[in-house]
C-alpha cells in the first residue's frame, strides 16, 4: 500500500510540474507571433529571438527541477528521439571545426532551442486535453493574424507601421511579409485538417472563420513559396485522410473532396490568367498576375536573385562538403563568396546582387554550415516523422487521425516553404514547427495508450484489478527514485549536465 500511495504522490507532483511546462508552452504560441520592442532595428526579430530562448531556458529549469522533485527520470519513447539527439550533438560538435567561433556561439541558443522544445513537449504533455488546449490556442492565434493581416492590406493598421508600403504592407507583427507568410502557414494547414474531419473537435464556425481569414491574409502576401507549400499541404492532407481510412463510403467522400480541390485549383488559375474586369492591374488578382506570370517565375528579379544566392551557397559547400563551415557561419561566409560568383564572366549584369545573411534554401545552407552529415541527420528526422505517421495513422480514432494529420500538415507546409525561404531561422515559425513535431509524438502516444483495455481513475494510475500502474508504461524508459547517497548524486549529475547543456 505504501507503494501504491508512493507511486501516486509522485504521479501528482509530475502533474503540477507539468502544469508550468505547459504555461511556458502557451506563453511561448502567444507571445512570439505579437512581441515587438519598437526601440530595436529592427523591432521585431532580436526580441522575438530572446523571448523564445528565456522561455525554453525556463521550460527545461522546469522540466530538470520535476526530475529533482519526483526523484526519477521518465523518458518517452520515440522514434525520433535519437535523430533529433544525434542531429543537436552534431551542430553542437560543429564549433569544433567552425570557421568562425563567435557566429557560431551567437547562433547557438536558437539552435539548441528547438530540439529541446522538442524534448520537453513529448516527456510533459501526456494528456489528450492539454493537446487539444495547444492546438485549440494555436487556431486562435491564427485568426487573430488573419484578421490582422487583411486589415494590414486595407491600410488599417498602427501609425507605427505606416512607413510600410506596397506588398510590405501586409507583414502582421514579423516586420517582413515573407515572415508573415512562413508563419500562417502552419496554423492554416492545422485549420484545414482540422476542418476536414467528419466528426466535429472544436467548432465549426471558429475552424471556418480561421480558415477563411489566414487564407485571406495568405492571399494578400502575394509570397509564392508559401502558395505552394499550402496546395501541396492540402494535396497530402486529402490523401492521407484517402489512404487512413477503411470505410467505402468514407473513401468516397475524400475522392470526391480531392476532385474538388484539383476543380477549385482550375477555377482559380481562370480567374488569375483569363482577362476579366476583376484580374485588371492595381486589383488584388491583378496583382496575383504579375506576380506568376511565367515570365516572372522564370526570369524575374526575385527568382534570378534566389539563383544567384544557391549558387554562391553551391560554392560554400564545395569547399566544405563533409563537416560543412560549422553552425551560423554562413552570414560570415555570404560576402566573400557573393564577391568572387559576381567577378566572375558577365553573372554581374545576369543575376541581381545584395547582401544575402541566408540562403533562402533551409537544405542548402544547412548543408554548407554542417556539411552533408548535418543534412543527411535532419533528413532523417523528417524520414522517420513520416514513416511513424504512416504506420501509426491507420489504428487511431478519427479524432486522434484528425489532430494529427493537421500536424503532419503544418510540418510539411514548413518544410515546403523552406525549398524557398527560411521558416526555420524564424523564431517564430521554427517553434512552432518543433511544437507540431512534438505534439504529432505526444498524439500518437496518447494513441497508443488509448487503445489499452484498462479501466482508469481520474488520474490514471490504477487498471481494472487495481494494480498500479504509471502512466505511459510501456512506451518509454524509466529510472526511478534511489533513496541512496549514490542515487540523489547520480540524479543530481543528470539535472546539472541537462542545465548546463
Known amino acids: ?73 521518465y523518458w518517452q519513447k520515440s522514434d525520433l528521439n535519437k535523430p533529433i539527439f544525434l542531429y543537436l550533438i552534431f551542430g553542437n560538435f560543429s564549433l569544433i571545426w ?85 508563419y500562417i502557414i502552419l496554423p492554416l494547414s492545422l485549420t484545414f485538417g482540422l476542418i476536414l474531419s467528419k466528426n466535429k473537435i472544436y467548432n465549426r464556425l471558429l475552424l471556418l472563420l480561421a480558415l477563411l481569414a489566414m487564407g485571406g491574409a495568405l492571399f494578400f502576401t502575394f509570397t509564392r513559396g508559401s502558395y505552394l507549400a499550402i496546395v501541396v499541404t492540402i494535396s497530402l492532407i486529402l490523401f492521407l485522410y484517402f489512404k487512413s481510412v477503411e470505410n467505402e463510403q468514407t473513401k468516397h467522400f475524400y475522392k470526391k473532396a480531392i476532385l474538388l480541390f484539383l476543380l477549385f485549383i482550375i477555377i482559380v488559375l481562370a480567374l488569375i490568367y483569363i482577362p476579366h474586369p476583376l484580374n485588371r492591374e492595381g486589383t488584388a488578382l491583378g496583382k496575383l498576375k504579375s506576380r506568376t506570370t511565367i515570365e ?63 540562403a533562402h534554401n533551409e537544405y542548402l545552407q544547412l548543408w554548407s554550415e554542417l556539411g552533408i552529415v548535418g543534412l543527411l541527420f535532419f533528413v532523417c528526422i523528417i524520414f522517420t516523422y513520416y514513416r511513424n505517421i504512416l504506420k501509426n495513422v491507420k489504428g487511431m480514432d478519427e479524432k486522434e487521425k484528425t489532430i494529427t494529420i493537421g500536424l503532419v500538415g503544418g510540418v510539411t507546409a514548413v518544410l515546403i516553404d523552406a525549398m524557398f525561404g527560411f521558416p526555420l531561422q524564424l ?42 500502474t504509471v502512466k505511459g508504461e510501456g512506451r518509454g524508459i524509466s529510472f526511478h527514485r534511489n533513496h541512496t547517497k549514490k542515487g540523489i548524486a547520480y540524479t543530481m549529475v543528470i539535472v546539472l549536465v541537462i542545465i548546463c547543456f
Request: with cysteine; net charge positive; hydrophobic share 45%.
Open 427 to 468: 523564431s517564430a515559425s521554427m517553434s512552432l514547427f518543433w511544437i507540431f513535431l512534438g505534439l504529432t509524438i505526444s498524439q500518437t502516444n496518447v494513441a497508443l495508450e488509448s487503445k489499452k483495455d484498462k479501466a482508469t481513475t481520474k488520474n490514471g494510475i490504477y487498471d481494472k484489478k487495481g494494480k498500479i
Open 98 to 182: 567552425s570557421v568562425n567561433i563567435y557566429h557560431s556561439v551567437l547562433i547557438l541558443p536558437l539552435f539548441l532551442a528547438g530540439p529541446i522544445l522538442f524534448f520537453i513537449i513529448t516527456n510533459s504533455v501526456c494528456e489528450q486535453k492539454s493537446i487539444d488546449k495547444l492546438l485549440f490556442i494555436i487556431i486562435i492565434i491564427g485568426l487573430c493574424l488573419g484578421i490582422y493581416g487583411i486589415l494590414q492590406y486595407y491600410g488599417i493598421d498602427f501609425r507605427v507601421w505606416d512607413r510600410d508600403i506596397g506588398r510590405q504592407r501586409v507583414m502582421g507583427q514579423f516586420g517582413n511579409v515573407n515572415y508573415f507568410a512562413e
Open 296 to 358: 516572372v517565375l522564370i526570369s524575374g528579379s526575385s527568382t534570378l536573385r534566389r539563383l544567384a544566392i544557391w549558387k554562391c551557397t553551391w560554392m560554400m559547400i564545395e569547399d566544405y562538403p563533409i563537416l560543412g563551415s560549422g553552425l551560423g557561419t554562413y552570414a560570415y561566409h555570404t560576402l566573400k563568396y557573393q564577391a568572387e560568383f559576381f567577378s566572375a564572366g558577365n553573372n554581374r549584369d545576369i543575376y541581381p546582387y545584395g547582401n544575402a545573411a541566408q
Open 1 to 73: 500500500m505504501n507503494r501504491k500511495n508512493d507511486l501516486y504522490m509522485n504521479q501528482r507532483k509530475c502533474f503540477k510540474w507539468d502544469e508550468g511546462i505547459f504555461i511556458i508552452l502557451i506563453l511561448i504560441i502567444v507571445s512570439l507571433p505579437f512581441i515587438f520592442f519598437d526601440y530595436s532595428i529592427p523591432a521585431f526579430t532580436p526580441i522575438k529571438d530572446l523571448s523564445l530562448q528565456l522561455l525554453v531556458l525556463f521550460g527545461i529549469a522546469i522540466w530538470a527541477l520535476k526530475i529533482i522533485a519526483v526523484e526519477s527520470i
